[in-house]
């Protein structure tokens, strides 16, 4: 039998527009598709405080501490250490903005962070269906993903100067840019994946979506897909 995987799906906080009460249960429920996969939900970002990561082969993190500090030092430490001793970590949508501001490590952490642009300017273009063109086909991430339509939020605002290695990217109605949709980096002796796909229940269940959120999982696990 396969060994399974332990992955804890890390929630409870975020911006208004997204339902995570909807979102994380559904995130939890694809991942499960992989029989590998034993998915668990703490409702609570500050859970991070505790040692409880290292009890997971993964984390996700699906939040965003929009109107509120994040988790403080000792979570921050307990991710960082988490991944750099080779913890697989997941960002997903809107968790690029986690601790806005406040942990500059955690842009070298996941590669690229959310920015916001300032009053008057688009942090993404309006939610609607756009192409996601897969750029590198022989990731074990995108293996067997060909280019694919979605109806999501095209994120256009994401900064950051470490290396990454791009996966797929999607051009903007709005500014006509290229922009990152998915992408890896390591971290010490851990992998780490974001995505910015993910707005809602339709993002998440739409197209290749959920195969490429396994496949990233099984990649940060350190697992064969």
């Not at 559904?26 to 668990?40: A, G, M, N, Q, Y």
């Not at 409880?52 to 501490?65: G, R």
């Not at 949508?93 to 490590?105: D, I, L, Q, R, V």
């Not at 390591?186 to 910015?196: A, S």
Request: include cysteine; aromatic fraction near 8%; glycine fraction near 8%.
């Amino acid at each position: 039998t396969q060994a399974q995987i332990k992955v804890l799906i890390i929630t409870g906080q975020d911006y208004p527009g997204h339902v995570w009460r909807e979102t994380a249960p559904v995130l939890r429920k694809l991942l499960e598709e992989d029989s590998r996969f034993v998915v668990h939900i703490l409702e609570d970002p500050h859970a991070l405080d505790s040692a409880t990561l290292t009890n997971y082969t993964v984390v996700l993190l699906h939040f965003q501490n929009w109107q509120t500090s994040g988790p403080g030092a000792t979570a921050r430490e307990n991710l960082r250490s988490y991944v750099a001793s080779g913890g697989g970590l997941l960002s997903v949508h809107f968790a690029c903005g986690a601790w806005h501001g406040e942990w500059p490590e955690f842009q070298n952490i996941v590669g690229r962070v959310w920015h916001g642009a300032g009053p008057g300017k688009a942090q993404h273009d309006p939610r609607g269906p756009f192409t996601v063109r897969i750029v590198d086909r022989e990731h074990p991430i995108t293996r067997g993903l060909a280019d694919f339509e979605t109806t999501d939020e095209l994120y256009t605002c994401l900064t950051g100067e470490v290396p990454i290695h791009l996966l797929a990217q999607a051009k903007s109605k709005v500014d006509q840019r290229d922009h990152a949709m998915a992408f890896t980096r390591d971290y010490g002796k851990g992998r780490v994946f974001l995505t910015t796909l993910g707005h809602d229940v339709k993002a998440f269940t739409n197209a290749c979506v959920p195969q490429l959120l396994r496949q990233a999982c099984a990649w940060t696990a350190g697992a064969k897909n």
